[in-house]
């Protein structure tokens, strides 16, 4: 699956949403849009061995991340991930039932001020 397949059948796009600047009002004139989901993979490639991890545009403006891989990312309290789960409802463009089943407090843990402070290490 690519990511142009991906955006031609909608109906596997569970969370859709605006991430980066705009979503936190730090956006410039000249600041891009930055978009950020998850995706299921359809039943033909889901018992596949080639499954994508995560899906982007060429400029990785726009990424969306296979339920499992943001599943697994959860579990370690990454960032990004915990970020776009904690999206403002008003840049949730789009946001389907099933993803209510995901709360962030069944992820965080002790293991954030690792990941926390490891990635503002790296901004460092």
Avoid: W
Wanted: include cysteine; hydrophobic fraction near 35%.
């Amino acid at each position: 699956m690519t990511y142009r397949q991906l955006l031609a059948a909608q109906k596997l796009i569970l969370l859709d949403c605006i991430s980066g600047s705009k979503a936190y009002n730090l956006n410039l004139p000249k600041s891009d849009t930055d978009k950020k989901g998850v995706f299921i993979l359809p039943k033909k490639n889901f018992y596949g061995f080639d499954t994508p991890e995560q899906l982007a545009n060429s400029s990785n403006d726009e990424v969306y991340f296979e339920i499992k891989r943001f599943i697994e990312l959860l579990t370690k309290n990454n960032p990004n991930i915990l970020e776009l789960l904690n999206t403002p409802k008003e840049y949730i463009l789009y946001r389907h039932p099933l993803m209510d089943l995901i709360k962030p407090s069944d992820f965080l843990s002790k293991l954030c001020l690792d990941t926390f402070a490891g990635y503002a290490q790296t901004q460092i």
